[in-house]
């Protein structure tokens, strides 16, 4: 099945700075979504953008969508320590009833 | 608050036992999924359910059973069948039968066997 690849696979920064997560998947799609996940907790949704939309920003997130690459970006500026997480991008399956998960960037800021 | 409860949030479990993670959502989502998650990867579907008294496998299936008798409860049976059980679970919904758009986790039930 259809999967997104995030890349790097884990990223280290300061706190401040700016934290550029990619993502890719392989077949068409209707939409892609970002979640994060703290350790050990449950996934909570960040952004939604659809296939006809190329770039969406919610507070200190930037999202891009390239779907002639296949890929799309997080970006998460002026981190905060408390932005420490695994950022996982998402994908509707073709059939439009599954959702299919990367393996996730997970990001450490340093304060 | 509406929202997504898993239990139990721990459970171990002896080779060769069956055990039963409880998911209930009362947020009137028609859709319900299980996911399992291993340590340092990504989710993958177990089963999933568009409306009560129907569900589809999902990539994982083998050695799981679901049910889903209600609109609101969704109980996944990890069977002795599964031979490496041990892992995160997470229970999810979406509003409407299809997936169009956010989904909402519950915080997950970590299954140990011993």
């Known amino acids: 099945s259809q999967q997104g690849e995030e890349d790097p696979q884990a990223l280290s920064i300061q706190e401040g700075e700016n934290a550029t997560m990619n993502c890719s998947y392989k077949t068409s799609i209707n939409n892609l979504q970002w979640y994060r996940q703290n350790s050990g907790r449950g996934l909570v949704h960040l952004i939604l953008i659809r296939s006809n939309e190329r770039e969406k920003h919610s507070g200190r997130l930037r999202v891009t969508l390239d779907t002639s690459k296949k890929s799309s970006s997080l970006l998460i500026t002026a981190s905060r320590a408390a932005d420490t997480a695994s950022y996982f991008c998402?994908?509707?399956?073709?059939?439009?009833?599954?959702?299919?998960f990367g393996a996730g960037t997970r990001l450490f800021v340093k304060a | 608050d509406g929202g997504i409860t898993q239990s139990p949030k721990y459970l171990f479990r002896k080779e060769g036992q069956n055990v039963t993670l409880s998911c209930e959502q009362n947020?009137?989502?028609?859709?319900m999924y299980w996911y399992r998650q291993d340590p340092g990867q990504g989710l993958r579907l177990i089963y999933y359910?568009?409306?009560?008294?129907?569900?589809q496998k999902g990539d994982i299936a083998e050695g799981y059973s679901v049910s889903r008798e209600k609109k609101e409860s969704f109980p996944l049976t990890v069977t002795s069948a599964q031979k490496n059980p041990t892992a995160f679970y997470l229970c999810?919904?979406?509003?409407?039968?299809?997936?169009?758009?956010?989904?909402?986790f519950g915080e997950g039930s970590r299954l140990t066997v011993l």
């Open positions: 359910s568009q409306i009560v008294n129907d569900f």
């Open positions: 998402a994908t509707d399956d073709t059939g439009g009833f599954k959702t299919i």
């Open positions: 947020l009137n989502h028609d859709a």
């Open positions: 999810a919904s979406i509003e409407g039968k299809e997936n169009t758009g956010e989904l909402f």
